[in-house]
């Protein structure tokens, strides 16, 4: 069974700091692409940041520069440093996993206040 788990999120002031984590099992976690996504109320789900196998790194404009993705496939888990938090970065945040089909976990909130 594929279990993808989210931790770190919470509460922070703008200009603050989270450090989101995903541990996955279930799955042969060095092939799949990991990525964040985040769905914010009101809005469609969107692309937070993407990492491959090979580590090729992928953001949206509106986080590059503020967040970092990493992976340690040692311990089969998916990181999201992000710096710099504002308020438009609250939402939900999803842990995702890729490989001919998606994975994705229960969802964390982030949110940021002002």
């Known amino acids: 069974q594929v279990q993808l788990v989210e931790s770190g999120g919470g509460l922070v002031q703008a200009g603050g700091s989270l450090r989101l984590s995903c541990a996955a099992s279930?799955?042969?976690?060095?092939?799949?692409?990991m990525g964040w996504y985040r769905q914010a109320p009101g809005e469609q789900r969107e692309m937070v940041a993407t990492?491959?196998?090979?580590?090729?790194?992928n953001y949206a404009d509106s986080v590059k520069g503020r967040f970092t993705i990493s992976r340690d496939n040692a311990k089969n888990t998916v990181y999201l440093q992000m710096n710099i938090l504002k308020p438009e970065d609250t939402a939900v945040y999803y842990c995702?996993?890729?490989?001919?089909?998606?994975?994705w976990g229960q969802g964390i909130r982030v949110t940021v206040s002002s």
């Open positions: 995702n996993a890729f490989f001919m089909r998606n994975f």
């Open positions: 279930g799955i042969n976690f060095g092939i799949h692409t």
């Open positions: 990492i491959s196998s090979s580590e090729r790194t």
